[in-house]
Nanobody, 117 residues
């Protein structure tokens, strides 16, 4: 069974930093586009950052210049380094993996990030 397991969430003060980690298992990780999404209370889930199988990255406007997505194909991991965090970054953050065919679309269970003083 495919698993994506996130970790690294928590409570941080505004201006602080957090690094999220997603460990994938039972997929051909190197062929997957990996992404981080987030969902705030009462809001739709939105993409934060993506990284393709060949390492190309893309960011939402909210994440640009503050967040960095990286992947380690040897360890089957994708990370999201978040800096200069704001209260509006508070959300559950989800790891997503998309394979080469449409049904290869997997989600982690999410990790809570709370930004508050």
């Amino acid at each position: 069974q495919v698993q994506l397991v996130e970790s690294g969430g928590g409570l941080v003060q505004p201006g602080g930093s957090l690094q999220l980690l997603c460990v994938a298992s039972r997929i051909i990780f190197s062929s997957y586009t990996m992404a981080w999404y987030r969902q705030a209370p009462g809001m739709a889930r939105e993409v934060v950052a993506t990284i393709s199988s060949d390492g190309r990255t893309a960011y939402s406007d909210a994440a640009k210049a503050r967040f960095t997505i990286t992947r380690d194909n040897a360890k089957n991991t994708v990370s999201l380094q978040m800096t200069s965090l704001k209260p509006e970054d508070t959300a559950v953050y989800y790891c997503n993996g998309r394979g080469l065919v449409a049904w290869q679309n997997y989600w982690g269970q999410g990790t809570q990030v709370s930004v508050s003083s």
